[in-house]
């Protein structure tokens, strides 16, 4: 069990073992969502809402080591207008994982 400022998280089992099998060993999706909204405080205070999605995408090539990932953050600010609300990078990366040494 790990600790955030002193609250216990549980974390369910298969996401602290990777790879998790070898069927699920080739690619690993997985996604995390928020939204931040002010609801209280001073009344002269900016008001806030926010959204954030990151999403993940790996894929393994097998024993070669060589593997594509994604791993944008996609953004929303709902307080502007609909023309510069939402940021929505794209991209990705390739690489190789090799052992240094002996």
Not at 33 to 55: M, P
Not at 64 to 93: K, Q
Request: some cysteine; glycine content about 10%.
């Amino acid at each position: 069990m790990m600790r955030a400022c002193g609250l216990p998280i549980n974390f369910p089992q298969r996401l602290l073992q990777y790879p998790i099998s070898e069927d699920d060993a080739a690619s690993l999706t997985a996604a995390l969502a928020s939204n931040v909204r002010s609801f209280a405080g001073k009344s002269d205070r900016t008001d806030i809402n926010q959204f954030l999605l990151q999403y993940f995408i790996n894929y393994n090539f097998g024993e070669t080591g060589s593997y594509l990932v994604s791993e944008p953050i996609v953004t929303a600010d709902w307080m502007r207008d609909d023309g510069d609300r939402w940021v929505l990078p794209f991209g990705g990366g390739v690489g190789r994982v090799f052992d240094v040494g002996a």
